[in-house]
C-alpha cells in the first residue's frame, strides 16, 4: 500500500529557533516529493524534489530528497511566528497522483 | 489572476441525503483533482479530471463521483452520506505543471 508518514506530529518552538520535519514515503512508481504548507484552509505549495541529494531552498526554508532512503526533510532557520502552521508533504507517482502525510504541526511561540 | 473558488463554504447534511460541491479552477488550468481531509487520514486524493475526463481515480467507493465541463469548473457528488463523509474537501487546479497545484479554501462538509 502507498503510504507517506510524517513525523513529527506536532512541534512547539520559540522564534529563532531551527526546525526540522521529516517525511519517508512507500509509493510505487515514485516520481516526486512535495512539501506544502498549510496555515487555515489551502494548502500552498513549498517545494518539489525529484533528484536526490540536491537542497532545494527558498529564503529560511530548505528541502532535500534521498531516495535510496525514501525520506525527505524540510528545515526552517529562524523561525518567525508566521512559519506556525501544518506542513504537508506528498509523493507523486508517474499516473500523477499524490499520496499525502497527515502533516507535521508546528507553533512558533514568540 | 482570481485563485480557486469553491462553493459551499460550508454545509450540513443528514445520513442518507446527497450533496453537490463545486470548484472553479484558476483561469487557463485544465486540471481540477479533489481530496478529503480529516485529522486522523489527512489529505486523500479522490480524483483527477482534465478536459472533462477523469484521469485518476484514489480509493474511494462509488458514492464519490465528480465531472467536469467544457469551462474546466468541476463538481464533486456525494450520494447516500454517511457520518464518516465529514470532512473539509479541497480541489485543486494546475496546468502542465500538475505538482503545482494551487488549492481552494474548501468545503467543510458535516454529516449529521
Not at chain 2, 485529522?39 to 464519490?64: A, I, W
Not at chain 2, 479541497?90 to 488549492?103: G, I, K, V
Request: aromatic letters at 12%; one cysteine or more; hydrophobic letters at 30%.
Amino acid at each position: 500500500e502507498d503510504k507517506v508518514v510524517q513525523s513529527p506530529l506536532s512541534l512547539v518552538v520559540h522564534e529563532g529557533d531551527t526546525v526540522t520535519l521529516n517525511c519517508s514515503y512507500e509509493v510505487t512508481n515514485f516520481r516526486s516529493l512535495l512539501w506544502y504548507k498549510q496555515e487555515k484552509k489551502a494548502p500552498t505549495f513549498l517545494f518539489m524534489l525529484t533528484s536526490s541529494g540536491i537542497e532545494k531552498k527558498s529564503g529560511r526554508l530548505s528541502s532535500i530528497l534521498d531516495k535510496k532512503e525514501l525520506f525527505s526533510i524540510l528545515n526552517i532557520t529562524a523561525t518567525q511566528t508566521g512559519d506556525s502552521a501544518v506542513y504537508l508533504c506528498a509523493a507523486q507517482n508517474t499516473g500523477n497522483q499524490f499520496y499525502f502525510g497527515t502533516g507535521t504541526s508546528l507553533t512558533v511561540i514568540p | 489572476k482570481a485563485g480557486v473558488t469553491q462553493t459551499p463554504r460550508y454545509l450540513i447534511k443528514t445520513r442518507g441525503q446527497q450533496v453537490t460541491l463545486s470548484c472553479s479552477p484558476i483561469s487557463g488550468h485544465r486540471s481540477v483533482s479533489w481530496y478529503q481531509q480529516t485529522p486522523g487520514q489527512g489529505l486523500q486524493f479522490l480524483f483527477e479530471y482534465f478536459s472533462e475526463t477523469q484521469r485518476n481515480k484514489g480509493n474511494f467507493p462509488g458514492r464519490f463521483s465528480g465531472r467536469q465541463f467544457s469551462n474546466s469548473r468541476s463538481e464533486m457528488n456525494v450520494s447516500t452520506l454517511e457520518l464518516g463523509d465529514s470532512a473539509l474537501y479541497l480541489c485543486a487546479s494546475s496546468t502542465d505543471r500538475p505538482w503545482e497545484q494551487y488549492f481552494g479554501p474548501g468545503t467543510r462538509l458535516t454529516v449529521t
